[in-house]
């Protein structure tokens, strides 16, 4: 039962949703910094994903993202699971906006409850003046290192956001700043590429891989490119043990 939780906190983030008219476009590969620009390259989306647990399923995950005023963008999702005795609801927003190809933070927002101890967080940024302020605490802390940074959840989708406008990448590298305040890189390498087949159907897909060696684990993520470089399926091991897999169910 305790393999589940750590997961939970690290995939899931990574879930990035498509439209239908997503499905339809091939790869862009310019952008401008204002908000039309962005929304045609990835719209407004919802995504529902079937959570898996040795194969059987556990859970259900969401993942919106929405268009707000002053090119704003609320990238959310949310999970809610039950096995056996546990039980877990997580959700993660984050305001942000985009600038060229670049995502910048703004607002962080976690919530979580259910079988063990509740966590809440919720931090500001502000990258040009090189703070980050945790909201819950009224603490702010200054940043040595601002370019390029994103937070936990918004990491995901600068992620998606490269795919696309860099298909040919094979090395992603991101400096994230953890709730307590902290930066640190998350890389991503090339893996292949694999046909799937998902509740949502047959899909081509490549796949990346991140290795955490100190903690024997190992996720795999699987984009789709002909959904625009949707994010299809999760799956990660631990010392040799599956914990935790995500599948694509449906795209709106």
Known sequence: MRTIFPLLCLCLPLMVGATSSESQSSPITTSTPNEASFSSIIP?????????HK????????????FLEDNKIEYHYETDISWLIFSDKRTETA???????????????????????????????????????DLKKDKQITLDFTDGLL???SYH?????????????????????????????YEYQYDGEEELILPYGLVKTIRLKREIIEKKRITYAWFAPELNFLLVKLYQVKAGAEQFEAQLSTVE
């Open 55 to 66: 194969s059987d399923p556990v859970g259900t995950a969401i993942r919106q993202l929405s």
């Open 151 to 153: 937070d936990k959840l």
């Open 44 to 52: 407004a989306y919802k995504a529902t994903y079937t959570l898996l």
């Open 95 to 133: 305001i942000v906006k985009v600038e060229g190809n670049q995502v910048i933070p703004l607002h962080y927002d976690y919530q979580r409850e259910g079988t063990g101890r509740d966590k809440s967080y919720r931090w500001q940024y502000d990258l040009t003046n090189k703070t980050a302020t």
């Open 157 to 185: 989708l600068q992620n998606r956001l490269d795919l696309i406008t860099n298909p040919q990448k094979k090395r992603f590298i991101y400096p994230v700043i953890s709730t307590r305040g902290s930066v640190k890189n």
